[in-house]
């Protein structure tokens, strides 16, 4: 039960993606997520065709493959989940400091424009959101 072939696609398929994840990671490196390459409708094919071939991929066929086949098919697969962890974990990171400064200026914002408070017995008027988000420009 060898198809050469489909792991040769698998592997073809694996590279490229390799190849894309990389250079997301070079670009999130140096702070320029908005150019990653990974959003472009290509990648989105591309990476919905690994999709499809890898649910469709019996071990079976892996393991019944001449050893250099299996070798290369082994290694291109380690290297995508190594890269594909690394780009996950860059993302995220991206993401949650992306957050925290929306946040931050959210707060500084309300800050800014909370009321004065008094010192008395009835405080002259509540808090409200200033919908800091407004202010952002990004969002």
Do not use: C, W
Request: hydrophobic share 45%; aromatic share 6%; no cysteine.
């Amino acid at each position: 039960m060898t198809d050469p072939a489909r792991i040769e696609r698998l592997i073809a398929l694996a590279e490229r993606l390799v190849a894309v994840l990389e250079s997301d990671i070079t670009i999130l490196k140096s702070g320029n997520p908005a150019a990653l390459k990974s959003a472009d409708p290509e990648v989105q094919k591309l990476t919905a065709q690994y999709g499809q071939e890898a649910r469709n991929f019996d071990i079976r066929i892996a393991q019944a493959a001449p050893l250099p086949l299996r070798t290369r098919f082994l290694a291109i697969t380690a290297k995508f989940r190594e890269v594909l962890q690394l780009h996950t974990r860059l993302l995220a990171r991206v993401k949650n400091a992306s957050e925290g400064m929306i946040k931050a200026i959210a707060e500084e914002v309300n800050r800014m424009n909370a009321p004065t408070r008094t010192y008395g017995p009835r405080p002259g008027y509540g808090a409200q959101s200033s919908g800091a988000m407004v202010f952002n420009r990004v969002v």
